[in-house]
């Protein structure tokens, strides 16, 4: 069974930084694509960023790209999303998911693309 785990969210100022970590077990994720999504409340649930297990490429969405990393270490199975310049906007439920390798990389952002997905970590941003 995959799972996937969130943590490291948290509350933090205008400017700060978090690191989120998502822990994966269950299946080899060589060929998995991993992606970040997030949700405030009473919008939807939007992509943040996505990497390749394999090669390492990365995708973004426009509002987090210059101030969110995403990265993956294959050793521990883990994804992580490095968020720094922290804005109030980026307050929401992040949420980790994994795809099974067949999804073109300009269908990464779709949600629904993906086949497993984690309980999710609160980010809160204090003006």
């Known amino acids: 069974q995959v799972q996937l785990v969130e943590s490291g969210g948290g509350s933090v100022e205008t400017g700060g930084s978090l690191r989120l970590s998502c822990a994966t077990s269950g299946r080899t994720f060589s060929s998995y694509a991993m992606g970040w999504f997030r949700q405030a409340p009473g919008k939807d649930r939007e992509f943040v960023a996505a990497?390749?297990?394999?090669?390492?490429?990365?995708y973004y969405a426009a509002s987090v790209k210059g101030r969110f990393t995403i990265s993956g270490d294959n050793a521990k199975n883990t994804v992580y999303l490095q968020m720094n310049s922290l804005k109030p906007e980026d307050t929401a439920v992040y949420y980790c998911?994994?795809?099974?390798?067949?999804?073109?990389?300009?269908?990464?952002?779709?949600?629904?693309?993906?086949?497993?997905w984690g309980q999710g970590t609160q980010v809160t941003v204090s003006s």
């Open positions: 990497i390749h297990w394999s090669g390492g490429s990365t």
């Open positions: 998911a994994a795809e099974r390798g067949r999804t073109p990389a300009y269908r990464l952002y779709l949600s629904s693309e993906y086949d497993y």
